[in-house]
């Protein structure tokens, strides 16, 4: 069984540039969750995605957006990048949606904002 | 809105002693999950332990058991026999289980000394 993989492992990015993060979901898993996680905090939760829609999201502004793909795969999509931007970006998936489920977690994509 | 936390940044513990990190939250729900994740320094997180609300029973896992005090909205997390390995980040979460998205504490980092 394959886990969660996310590509790519880190990136450099200036300022105003747009962001397109990856993460392959573990086999049979239908749900996906992003998370930002800030050096030295806690996983902040973006949005979720089930069967190709979103179905909740946290405090984050437009800018931040997502897709789910029919394989399940997701991308996560950041534009006019800030400085605050960088962090580590967290991908989950799980059996089904709902925070009840446990959430399998990816190594994450490492994000450097210039 | 709910939230989580985690009051001790960093604690140590002999190897082969015992340790407990805290948690406490809040949310007015009364059907909850609350997880402890672990991440090791390779930053892939994994389930330590998990609680539902509804059950009186404490978990357990091996060595990992919690303090689950529900009127006192307390999570604590008790590590036996603690191992070298078990030196890692540790993330308190919440999900609802009508919710998207788990709520995360700070984190608290455990060192374990030879």
């Known amino acids: 069984e394959t886990g969660v993989t996310q590509s790519p492992t880190h990136l450099i990015k200036t300022r105003g540039q747009q962001v397109t993060l990856r993460c392959s979901s573990q086999?049979?898993?239908?749900?996906v969750s992003w998370y930002q996680q800030a050096l030295g905090q806690g996983p902040q939760f973006i949005f979720q995605?089930?069967?190709?829609?979103?179905?909740g999201r946290g405090n984050f502004p437009p800018r931040f957006s997502g897709l789910q793909f029919p394989n399940y795969s997701s991308e996560l999509n950041v534009n006019a990048l800030e400085l605050d931007d960088s962090a580590l970006y967290l991908c989950?998936?799980?059996?089904?949606?709902?925070?009840?489920?446990?959430?399998?977690f990816g190594p994450g994509t490492r994000l450097t904002v210039l | 809105a709910q939230t989580v936390t985690q009051s001790q940044p960093e604690m140590s513990v002999q190897e082969a002693e015992t340790v407990t990190l805290s948690c406490t939250y809040d949310?007015?729900?009364?059907?909850?999950?609350l997880f402890w994740y672990k991440q090791p320094p390779s930053r892939q997180m994994i389930l330590v332990i998990r609680?539902?609300?509804?059950?009186?029973q404490n978990a357990t896992e091996n060595r990992f058991s919690v303090n689950f005090q529900k009127a006192a909205k307390s999570f604590s997390l008790k590590i036996s026999d603690s191992q070298l390995g078990d030196a890692a980040m540790y993330f308190c979460?919440?999900?609802?289980?009508?919710?998207?998205?788990?709520?995360f504490g700070t984190g608290t980092r455990l060192k374990v000394l030879a």
């Open positions: 989950a998936s799980s059996l089904r949606q709902g925070a009840s489920n446990e959430q399998f």
């Open positions: 979460a919440y999900g609802g289980r009508r919710t998207y998205k788990y709520i």
């Open positions: 086999s049979g898993h239908n749900t």
């Open positions: 609680q539902e609300a509804y059950k009186q």
């Open positions: 949310t007015s729900e009364s059907d909850y999950y």
């Open positions: 995605y089930y069967r190709e829609e979103e179905n």
